[in-house]
């Protein structure tokens, strides 16, 4: 929601009447699911960021990222691996602090294919390369903690999937573009538009792109015309001026954020956010600091173990508990990306928590005892005879003129 501005500025530029004869049929042209021209403007969009190489790839879309993620793990599976289905599930790792949704979908759809085994470093040294089959998630930047990550683990019984989803310059910098085997993007975090359910993927290898298509047709048979007609649409107006003002626009908004939030946690003692480092960024050509989708929050004190009780309970701010995250639960997860409303009042209630710890009430008080001590100067001197005397005489010359 922080791009509605964006969008409400470009409001005609993005705009889609969609007449009720309009893309009727199940398939485009030639019996394809995929609009060819919105591929092609995703390959311009990638070339004119500088964040993915497109060149040589197959591209297919989803509804959303979510979608694609099990799509690429269904066709990394064990399952087809060989001629016949493997006696040993594939075993599905991300790093600490990781995206949820992993292990949620996993879990979910029970599949004899794969399994959820967790965090990818505490699998490294237990890895059993002759009879278990790996599949590496690996989220750059990373949700929640907004780190540029890389694969762990290597070698020939391990698949990994990059989900680059806020790999775009309003949330970090873009230091070269991304070259992996197989890569996931989505238009939510791209241009905001959650609700249009729409992500693609970028495959190197035609066999594993030949099994995540096979899934999306048996699963919703491709995405709906109308929403790849909205992207389109939506796609253009980025291009327009080279997407420069799109993110700028984004960079500018997330950036001033953070600079308020750390304003604000660099008077607390309690709680702490994430550092992150400052990197030349390809696409803006120059140096500049993170600006990522979420706020990492810790809790500091040993008693504040259960970090999104104590937000919650005492300043009314929901985050997302630490642990759904596979981390400690004295970390809550912040999002920054609402709208500018929603933002203000995370901004005033995060003030107010932080302004309730002891060192901060006692600086507030000794500010209010020199308030009043200077008050009290200021009224003692402003009934100084000779400068009564001065106001009175300039008052006159004032009413003359």
Request: hydrophobic share 35%; charged share 25%; aromatic share 12%.
């Given at each position: 929601m922080?791009?509605?501005?964006?969008?409400?500025?470009?409001?005609a530029?993005?705009?889609l009447?969609l007449?009720?004869?309009?893309?009727?049929?199940?398939?485009?042209?030639?019996?394809?699911?995929?609009?060819?021209?919105l591929k092609?403007?995703?390959?311009?969009?990638?070339?004119?960021?500088g964040?993915?190489?497109?060149?040589g790839?197959f591209?297919i879309?989803?509804?959303g990222?979510?979608?694609?993620?099990?799509?690429?793990?269904?066709?990394?599976?064990s399952?087809?691996?060989?001629?016949?289905?493997?006696?040993?599930?594939?075993?599905?790792?991300?790093?600490i602090p990781?995206?949820?949704?992993?292990r949620?979908?996993t879990?979910?759809?029970?599949?004899?294919?794969?399994?959820?085994?967790?965090?990818?470093?505490?699998?490294k040294n237990?890895?059993?390369?002759l009879?278990s089959n790996y599949i590496?998630?690996?989220?750059s930047?990373?949700?929640?903690?907004?780190?540029?990550?890389?694969?762990?683990?290597?070698?020939?019984?391990?698949?990994?999937?990059?989900d680059?989803?806020?790999?775009?310059?309003?949330?970090?910098?873009?230091?070269?573009?991304a070259?992996?085997?197989?890569?996931?993007?989505?238009?939510?975090k791209?241009?905001?538009?959650?609700?249009?359910?729409?992500?693609w993927a970028?495959?190197?290898?035609?066999?594993i792109?030949?099994?995540?298509s096979?899934?999306?047709?048996?699963?919703?048979?491709?995405?709906?015309?109308?929403?790849?007609?909205?992207?389109?649409?939506?796609?253009?107006?980025?291009?327009?001026?080279?997407?420069?003002?799109m993110?700028?626009?984004?960079?500018?908004?997330?950036a001033?954020?953070?600079?308020?939030?750390?304003?604000?946690?660099?008077?607390?003692?309690?709680?702490?956010l994430?550092?992150?480092d400052?990197?030349y960024?390809?696409?803006?050509?120059k140096?500049?600091?993170?600006s990522?989708?979420?706020?990492w929050?810790?809790?500091e004190?040993?008693?504040?173990?259960?970090?999104?009780?104590?937000?919650?309970?005492?300043?009314n701010?929901?985050?997302?508990?630490?642990s759904?995250f596979?981390?400690?639960?004295?970390?809550?997860?912040?999002?920054?990306?609402?709208?500018?409303?929603?933002?203000?009042?995370?901004?005033?209630?995060?003030e107010?928590?932080?302004?309730?710890?002891?060192?901060?009430k006692?600086?507030?008080q000794?500010?209010?005892?020199?308030?009043s001590?200077?008050?009290?100067?200021?009224?003692?001197?402003?009934?100084h005879?000779?400068?009564?005397?001065?106001?009175?005489?300039?008052?006159?010359?004032d009413?003359?003129?």
């Amino acid at each position: 929601m922080f791009l509605e501005p964006f969008w409400l500025k470009h409001a005609a530029s993005s705009s889609l009447v969609l007449p009720g004869w309009h893309r009727m049929s199940y398939e485009f042209e030639g019996g394809s699911l995929i609009s060819e021209e919105l591929k092609n403007h995703i390959r311009r969009l990638h070339s004119v960021v500088g964040n993915a190489n497109t060149d040589g790839r197959f591209i297919i879309f989803g509804a959303g990222a979510t979608q694609l993620l099990n799509a690429a793990v269904h066709a990394l599976s064990s399952d087809h691996d060989g001629d016949a289905p493997s006696s040993s599930p594939s075993r599905v790792v991300a790093s600490i602090p990781y995206y949820p949704v992993y292990r949620e979908q996993t879990e979910f759809f029970k599949s004899e294919a794969y399994r959820f085994h967790g965090d990818t470093m505490s699998m490294k040294n237990e890895m059993d390369y002759l009879s278990s089959n790996y599949i590496e998630l690996v989220t750059s930047p990373n949700n929640p903690d907004g780190q540029l990550k890389k694969a762990v683990l290597g070698g020939a019984s391990v698949k990994t999937i990059h989900d680059l989803a806020y790999y775009w310059p309003h949330f970090t910098a873009i230091p070269a573009p991304a070259d992996e085997d197989l890569m996931i993007f989505t238009v939510s975090k791209l241009t905001g538009h959650a609700g249009s359910r729409f992500g693609w993927a970028i495959v190197k290898d035609e066999a594993i792109y030949q099994r995540m298509s096979t899934y999306m047709s048996l699963s919703t048979y491709g995405v709906p015309r109308e929403t790849q007609l909205r992207v389109l649409k939506l796609l253009k107006a980025v291009l327009e001026g080279e997407g420069k003002e799109m993110f700028e626009f984004g960079y500018k908004t997330m950036a001033n954020r953070w600079r308020k939030l750390r304003k604000i946690f660099s008077a607390s003692r309690r709680f702490s956010l994430q550092d992150l480092d400052h990197q030349y960024c390809s696409f803006s050509k120059k140096i500049r600091g993170p600006s990522p989708a979420f706020a990492w929050m810790k809790c500091e004190r040993e008693e504040d173990k259960e970090c999104f009780q104590v937000v919650k309970s005492t300043a009314n701010v929901s985050g997302r508990h630490g642990s759904l995250f596979g981390s400690e639960s004295r970390y809550v997860r912040l999002s920054l990306v609402k709208s500018q409303d929603d933002f203000n009042l995370l901004l005033e209630r995060m003030e107010a928590l932080v302004q309730q710890e002891p060192h901060n009430k006692k600086i507030q008080q000794g500010n209010e005892r020199n308030a009043s001590m200077t008050f009290g100067f200021g009224h003692h001197f402003l009934q100084h005879p000779d400068l009564v005397s001065y106001i009175n005489s300039y008052k006159s010359m004032d009413e003359d003129m």
